[in-house]
């Protein structure tokens, strides 16, 4: 019986290079939405920057939020992109990720209107979908954490 239990998990092992390409593939997806959210945000900056200032939680901090969030933004991407940071660039991107979806979290308790200003065809997500978009994308990087642990030839 345990042979057969032994047997069962070896079958879905998954090799080395196979997980790094999905590691690979999950920092490049994950650079993406950062790279293409941060673009949203400078891109129109005002708007951005006005929908902040609607929120009372942040809104005293609104300026500073504004053009932090793409800046931080574009390092994780950045992190996430150099082999040798790519570790602490999905953790950063968890605790960022982490970050947001706290917020809009928050935002849905405490505020009465929300306004989306996450740039992109990201704003067309509602409130509860956004959250599962964000916990979805926090998972595919603990998943790549996870990946790259059980790695004995990767060195990061």
């Not at 790519?86 to 935002?107: D, N």
Request: some cysteine; aromatic content about 12%; hydrophobic content about 50%.
């Amino acid at each position: 019986m345990e042979s057969t239990i032994t047997n069962a998990k070896s079958k879905f092992q998954l090799s080395d290079p196979a997980k790094e390409k999905i590691i690979t593939a999950i920092c490049w997806v994950c650079m993406a939405l950062f790279l293409y959210t941060a673009y949203a945000k400078i891109v129109d900056h005002a708007r951005f920057y006005k929908g902040l200032t609607r929120v009372h939680l942040i809104s005293g901090i609104a300026l500073y939020i504004s053009y932090a969030v793409p800046a931080i933004e574009i390092i994780v991407a950045l992190l996430l992109l150099i082999p040798k940071s790519t570790r602490i660039g999905l953790y950063s991107f968890i605790a960022v990720m982490s970050s947001f979806t706290i917020y809009i979290i928050s935002a849905m308790i405490l505020e009465k209107k929300l306004p989306c200003h996450c740039g992109g065809a990201i704003e067309k997500l509602s409130w509860g979908q956004h959250t599962w978009f964000n916990l979805a994308f926090i998972f595919m990087a603990i998943v790549a954490l996870r990946l790259m642990q059980s790695i004995t030839s990767l060195k990061t």
